[in-house]
């Protein structure tokens, strides 16, 4: 059941990833409004995302309290989401900031979940 789990998880996790590019270059590029689609999906991928996140980490027993680099691993969650926000609903330097802090909070997140520990680089 564990490796189903983590499939979908990496499926979700490719998804979201692919879907906060597209969406924010759709935005820079084209400047109109997102289709509706384009909207919605984001929420549905991330909460089930979540909903694997933490289903894994149950079943395979870390919790943040046990596990430094889940922690980190939810502290860049936060870190993606607000910077993420910063970039799909501002512009000039602040959108690219936002774009480049949460896509960095991407990549950490995934080497802490390949390696796991706190500072793997």
Known sequence: ??????QIHLIL????????????????????DLQS????????I??????????????????PANSPWL???LMALLVYIAFGLMAMKNSGTIQWTGYLVATCAVIYMAVLALYKELWPL
């Not at 059941?1 to 983590?6: G, L, N």
């Open 13 to 32: 996790v490719v998804s979201s990833v692919c879907l906060f590019q597209f969406r924010y270059w759709r935005h820079q590029i084209q400047r109109q």
């Open 46 to 63: 991330d909460t089930l995302l979540l909903i694997s996140g933490v289903s894994l980490a149950v079943m395979a027993g870390f919790n």
């Open 1 to 6: 059941m564990y490796a189903i789990v983590k």
């Open 37 to 44: 689609w384009a909207k919605i999906s984001p929420h549905v």
């Open 71 to 73: 922690m980190a691993k």
